[in-house]
């Protein structure tokens, strides 16, 4: 059976509203979602739109939710972020003048209080007018992945890559070239735990519908031929931002629900795997 035929076991999560609410990474114990929910707290006032949300589980519930502080705030939009393994050095996104078109900056938590973060800086990847989206780091913290609609692509917007050295600083990103890209949009990369795994959300034609989340084996050098992962986890509907937090469970965000349709997150279970590992011991 291939990966792509797998079952999921899908659950929408309970904090979800009306606003939109789609995942972007882990940080710590807590799930970070980009909403533009109203939140009724003075320290809000003035902020913009898109927010940067922490939530943390408790138990078969969820937190109230929190807003990221210090370099995270802002009357700009804030979208994707993705933190190193340590915790001590980040990479976000967030809009300049043009509402929609992002920017790529860093960051380093201070040595001095562990909830802030200074030497904020912005990261040019592309000429003014291009939008840099949805960082991913890997594990090792070696490679940063992104999209954008920069020129040179395949059409609409690429995802790219681009090393990270141990100081911090980036080098220059590249294409991740035609095995990945199509003259249709990918965007939202991220990696499985152990960096074998790429996935991204596209609205190529192998779509079920809008953007479905695909897949390709790597070695962070080279990539396989993208699969769909099938209509246990894709809709007619958009799914964004697949997050892997073990070998059989993570999140992903849609606009599925149909009372909604709006950025909804929600967490899966790949059933189908412990039912191979219930098989394979019955064998032994």
Same mark, same amino acid.
């Given at each position: ?64 939710? %929190? ?31 043009? =509402? ?44 940063? %992945? ?68 695909? %897949? ?9 031929? =993208? ?23 993570? %999140? ?33």
């Amino acid at each position: 059976m291939s990966s792509a035929d797998n079952t999921y076991a899908v659950t929408e999560l309970s904090f979800n509203t009306a606003a939109d609410e789609y995942a972007t990474c882990m940080y710590q114990k807590s799930l970070v979602v980009v909403s533009n929910r109203k939140l009724n707290r003075r320290t809000i006032l003035g902020q913009s739109d898109y927010k940067l949300l922490g939530f943390t589980q408790q138990k078969s519930t969820w937190s109230v939710p %929190y807003l990221l502080p210090g370099v995270f705030t802002g009357k700009t939009n804030h979208g994707g972020i993705t933190f190193n393994k340590n915790g001590t050095q980040v990479f976000f996104t967030k809009t300049l003048s043009t =509402p929609n078109t992002y920017a790529l900056f860093t960051a380093h938590k201070s040595t001095s209080y562990n909830h802030l973060w200074r030497d904020e800086k912005q990261i040019i990847v592309a000429a003014s007018g291009f939008s840099i989206e949805n960082p991913w780091l890997s594990t090792d913290g070696k490679l940063l %992945y992104f999209s954008s609609n920069m020129p040179g692509g395949f059409g609409g917007y690429d995802l790219y890559a681009v090393q990270v050295f141990k100081n911090g600083v980036i080098g220059k990103p590249y294409n991740l070239g035609a095995q990945i890209n199509s003259s249709a949009n990918e965007n939202f990369p991220s990696l499985n735990p152990d960096n074998t795994q790429l996935y991204f959300a596209s609205d190529r034609k192998e779509s079920i519908g809008g953007y479905d989340i695909f %897949y390709a084996f790597t070695d962070t050098k080279s990539y396989s031929a =993208p699969k769909n992962m099938g209509a246990a986890i894709n809709s007619v509907s958009n799914e964004i931002r697949f997050i892997p937090t073990s070998s059989t469970s993570g %999140y992903f965000s849609s606009n599925k629900n149909s009372l909604s349709r709006t950025m909804n997150v929600y967490a899966y279970e790949k059933v189908a795997a412990a039912a191979e590992f219930s098989t394979s011991s019955q064998q032994d």
